[in-house]
C-alpha cells in the first residue's frame, strides 16, 4: 500500500526539489512507500483531504484545525524555532505609511491562504476596515501579491513573512512592510494520519535526529529548515484554539 504525503501550497516554490528530496529520504528510513502530491490550490488540496486521499501534510495553521479535530491527524513535529507571520505591505511612493491611513475601499492583493489572510485582516481592525468595506483581489502567488501593488492595482498586500522575506531585492526595494504580526505560536506543522498510526513514532524519530544522520542535513538544507522540533498534541490544541479565538 502505498501512501500520500503533501504540502501546504503556500511554500515556497524554491523548496519544490527540495520536498521531493525528502519524500525520498522519509521512504528509505521508514521502508514505506510514499507518494509526494503538490497541489496547486488550497480549494484542490481540500478536496483530496475532505477524500481521505492524504496520509501526511506539512499543513498550514488553519487547515491543521481541520485534519487534527475532524480527520484525526496527529502532530508529530514542527520547523525548529519557527512561527507563521504576516505582512500587510504597500508600495513605497505611495501616501500610506500606517495602517490608520487606509481607508474604505482599500484594494487588498492577496492568495488563498487562510491564515495569512486572517491575520491581515486582523491588523486592519486599527483603520476600521473589513471584508465588507474592502476590495480583495485573489492571485495564485506572493509574487503576484508584489506584482498587484507595484503596477498599482492593489493598495496594500498580505504577504506570508518568509515569503515576503524571499522576494528578489529588486522588487522588495519598491515596497513598504506596514506592520508585521507577533503571534508565535501559529506555525505549519507536519501531521500524519490514522492509517500511519503504527508508524507515528517512527516518523518522529526520523524527523527529529535528521540533524544527526549522515545525508539529513543536506535534505533540511534543500526545505530551508534548519531542524525540526517535537510537536506535542496540546500544542497543536492550543494554537487551533487560539485561531479560532482570532477569528471569533
Known sequence: ????????????????????????????????????E???????????IENDEIDLIFANPY???????????????????????????????TPIHKIEDLKEGTRIA????????MMGMIMLEPADLNKDNTETIIVDSYPLVAKQ????????????????DNLSRFVKEQLSPLIRSQIFVIRHVMLA????????????????????DEKGPGVLKSLGISAWENQEHEDT??????METLVD
Not at 110 to 117: A, F, I, Q, R, Y
Not at 193 to 212: E, I, R, S, W
Not at 237 to 242: A, G, S
Open 38 to 48: 503538490l497541489y496547486n490550490s488550497f480549494d484542490e488540496q481540500r478536496k483530496a
Open 63 to 93: 487547515d491543521a484545525s481541520m485534519l487534527v479535530r475532524e480527520k484525526g491527524f496527529t502532530a508529530i513535529a514542527a520547523p525548529e524555532n519557527s512561527s507563521d507571520e504576516a505582512i500587510i505591505a504597500t508600495r513605497k511612493d
Open 1 to 36: 500500500m502505498s501512501f500520500v504525503m503533501t504540502v501546504s501550497p503556500d511554500f515556497s516554490p524554491d523548496h519544490i526539489a527540495g520536498w521531493y528530496i525528502f519524500n525520498t529520504y522519509l521512504q528509505r528510513q521508514l521502508d514505506i512507500p510514499v507518494h509526494l
Open 193 to 212: 494520519g490514522p492509517k500511519l498510526q503504527d508508524k507515528h513514532q517512527a516518523f518522529k524519530d526520523v524527523l527529529l535526529n535528521m540533524p544527526n
Open 149 to 164: 501593488l507595484l503596477q498599482g492595482d492593489a493598495d496594500i498586500g498580505f504577504f506570508l513573512d518568509e515569503s515576503f
Open 110 to 117: 492577496t492568495t488563498d491562504d487562510p491564515d495569512v489572510n
Open 237 to 242: 490544541e492550543f494554537m487551533i484554539d487560539l
